[in-house]
C-alpha cells in the first residue's frame, strides 16, 4: 500500500509556471524508481485525463499532446518525489492534478492503469 500527496497547486496567471510535487511513501516502499508515475488532471465536469508519465523501468516520460513543450515530468528518488514543471498554463489547464504510481509498471497516461492515487491538488489559471 502506498500513500502519495500531491502540493504545489495554486491559482496562476495565464502564462505562469508552477510545480507541483508527489510524495510517495508506504511501509512496503522501494526505491521510487521502481515505480511507475503518472499525473492525471480532472475539471469539472470532465473525465480524469492522463497529462504525463514516468516508467518505473528506464524513465521513460510520456506527455499528453496538449501539454507537449510546456510541462516535464521529473523525478528524485532521494526525496521519493516526482515532480511535475508547468510552463505557459493555459486556462484550459485548470483542474484538480493527481498523482498515481505503480510498482514496476511501464509509463501509460491511462488512469485505469493506476492503482495507488493521492488526493489531487487543484490548479487554477485565470486573470
Known amino acids: 500500500q502506498l500513500q502519495l500527496v500531491e502540493s504545489g497547486g495554486d491559482l496562476v496567471q495565464p502564462g505562469g509556471s508552477l510545480r507541483l510535487s508527489c510524495v510517495v511513501s508506504?511501509?512496503?516502499?522501494?526505491?521510487?524508481?521502481?515505480?511507475?508515475v503518472g499525473w492525471f488532471r480532472q475539471a469539472p465536469g470532465k473525465e480524469r485525463e492522463g497529462v504525463s508519465c514516468?516508467?518505473?523501468?528506464?524513465?521513460?516520460?510520456d506527455y499528453a499532446d496538449s501539454v507537449k513543450g510546456r510541462f516535464t515530468i521529473s523525478r528524485d528518488n532521494a526525496k521519493n518525489t516526482v515532480f511535475l514543471q508547468m510552463n505557459s498554463l493555459k486556462p484550459e489547464d485548470t483542474a484538480v492534478y493527481y498523482c498515481?504510481?505503480?510498482?514496476?509498471?511501464?509509463?501509460?497516461?491511462?488512469?485505469?492503469?493506476?492503482?495507488?492515487w493521492g488526493q489531487g491538488t487543484q490548479v487554477t489559471v485565470s486573470s
Open positions: 498515481a504510481a505503480n510498482f514496476y509498471s511501464g509509463c501509460s497516461l491511462n488512469p485505469s492503469s493506476f492503482s495507488n
Open positions: 508506504g511501509r512496503t516502499l522501494r526505491t521510487l524508481d521502481s515505480y511507475a
Open positions: 514516468v516508467s518505473g523501468r528506464g524513465g521513460r516520460t
